[in-house]
């Protein structure tokens, strides 16, 4: 965990990284930033690789079974051929020639995209195997500390976090407009890079049966700003009352921007959508999967909180998969809705029809 978390900071800084899959060593790099190709190529002393995700290669067209593929890079490539490799919607730019010898990835490259994934950025890496020339100057780097050796497979599972050993910090009494009686629980991923919220209304002990729940992932433009592109800010301020008016309950404020992609990637998406696309097609444009959440913390939070039994208030049929499948009993699942306008029509449209949420009801109900 310790090695997993400074290779995401390093990674961040724009620094490369080793992985190590027991066989060879890939030096790996964010494609986000600035890179340099032939650098990448001189310090391992082989030529680079391009590893793109099979939801990004899907967008160009191409189908692919395996997670992530590995694109040779031919010595003449741009920096703007990579940019249209990695994040480009329109296909045409991108000429035949560059996506020859495309291969599945293996697990130092797989390793390599959920290092990206986890560290917020374009799931997109430059991947260079060592060579045996290179293989003393790197050796000599690692020793000093000059570059950061992970293992493949830690890397690889990066993404599923640490389940069962999320940490609760501090909590304080938080009165709200709408649940005075309610106070805040932070809890900490234990790689330090994510902190959530629960935040209890009212008295548990004093609920009988099922406790009402919300799981609501984070979104500062909707929640702050009340940006009306998404009913995120109505659909918090909607549970906090409409648990309080069921006698309390909680609701789990998980640090998961833009479906799990983070805010970065959102305002790119955000920017694909005004060209046309809509929010799934726009996250696959970016070489994201329709919903990169995670929900194992949650899980881990109401264990925490001693909830195993909820009334669950939701849209979204994964969080209640999510939920049973992490052992919490759901009797009960109550809609929740925000308000249909002309700014948010489209998203929720999709979320409906591309990701199966349950919002034919108000969808209808603007129609009518």
Known sequence: MYHIERAIFDIRRGLPVVINTGERRLLVQALEGSVSV???????????????????????????????????????????????LAVSHDASKISHSLLSGLKPAGVGERGAVALMRRALLIPAALCAEV????????????????????????????LAGAPGMLKRV????????????????????????????????????????????????????????????????EQLRNAVADIQAMGGGVLLYLAQEGRGIGLANKLRAYTLQDGGL????????????EDERQYAVAVDMLNALGVNKVQLLTNNPLKMAALREGGIEIVSRQALYGSVTDHNHRYLSAKANRAGHFLDEVLEGRGR
Do not use: W
């Open 278 to 289: 809509d929010t799934v097609d726009a996250d696959q444009v970016l070489g994201f999967g």
């Open 170 to 233: 501090s909590e304080a009494r938080i009165p709200l407009e709408d649940a005075p009686e309610s106070r805040f629980v932070l809890f900490r991923e234990p790689d330090g890079l994510r902190e959530h919220v629960a935040v209890v209304i009212g008295d548990l002990d004093a609920i009988p049966e099922a406790v009402p729940l919300r799981m609501h992932s984070a979104c500062l433009t909707g929640d702050l700003f009340g940006s009306l592109r998404c009913d995120c800010g």
């Open 131 to 158: 060579s045996e020339a290179s293989a003393d100057h790197i050796a000599q780097q690692l020793s000093k500390g000059e570059l950061l050796e992970v293992n493949a497979r830690d890397a690889e599972k990066c």
């Open 38 to 84: 032939d650098s990448l190529a001189t310090l391992s002393g082989s030529r680079p690789a391009l590893v793109l995700t099979r939801h990004r290669l899907e967008a160009l067209g191409m189908s692919l079974k395996a997670d992530a593929a590995c694109l040779p890079l031919t010595e003449q490539i741009s920096e703007r051929d990579l940019h249209y």
